[in-house]
């Protein structure tokens, strides 16, 4: 379980939005919505420890008991899915998966696993090509496994889905849903769209600026 208490995002320790309190259980989604630049993202950068300098996090976090926030953020084990794939570029499809392995086994087994992951999420043959060969849709979806393939404790979604055109948009919606139920995560969900949040989360929080 990821629990909140009272998280805000804070300029010169002045905090800009109400307290965010919450609970989301292994395998369900909790959507933070509210206008853009009230501090969506921010919270989820605070979480992952990658929060933009000149603003301050306020509040705990917790995952399974043990405090986030006395953590580095390399030892959070956070899985982040951005609007941007940001896929490594000079990187095939299987060595974008590959990196994200934990560490172990033969170059060969590794790339052997690559593969059959692929074609779980309908990239099979794929494996050789670039980033750039592939299309919208291939590469949000090469970027969810990767992420996955990590082995993060939660997910932090921010905006995934924005770029997506309205077909691959409801896709991936149902294809990050079945992954976190299937991996048994907590996941939040950052969006400004109502369908990404009503389809996908057991709970919306509105965020609320101060001032």
Request: net charge neutral.
């Given at each position: ?5 009272s ?7 002045q905090?800009l ?29 605070y979480?992952?420890?990658?929060l ?35 896929l490594?570029?000079?990187m ?20 052997r696993q ?11 043959g ?19 496994l990767?992420?996955?393939?990590s ?41 400004h ?19």
């Amino acid at each position: 379980m990821l629990e909140l208490t009272s998280v805000q995002i804070a300029h010169k320790r002045q905090a800009l939005i109400k307290p965010v309190s919450a609970s989301v259980n292994n395998g369900e989604i909790v959507a933070l919505m509210g206008p853009s630049g009230v501090g969506k993202s921010s919270i989820l950068a605070y979480l992952s420890g990658s929060l933009s300098s000149g603003l301050q996090g306020l509040g705990q976090a917790s995952l399974d008991g043990l405090q986030l926030m006395q953590l580095a953020p390399e030892q959070r084990q956070l899985g982040l899915l951005q609007q941007h794939p940001l896929l490594f570029p000079h990187m095939t499809v299987a060595e974008n998966l590959m990196f994200a392995m934990p560490k172990g086994g033969s170059q060969t087994e590794r790339y052997r696993q690559a593969k059959l992951h692929l074609a779980e999420v309908g990239l099979q043959g794929l494996e050789e090509r670039l980033p750039e060969q592939l299309s919208g849709g291939q590469q949000a979806r090469l970027a969810l496994l990767r992420t996955l393939l990590s082995k993060p404790n939660a997910l932090l979604l921010d905006e995934p889905f924005s770029k997506l055109d309205k077909s691959l948009r409801q896709e991936m919606r149902q294809l990050v849903k079945q992954a976190i139920e299937k991996a048994n995560i907590p996941a939040i969900l950052v969006t400004h769209d109502e369908d990404d949040a009503t389809q996908l989360a057991v709970q919306i929080i509105e965020l609320e600026a101060l001032g």
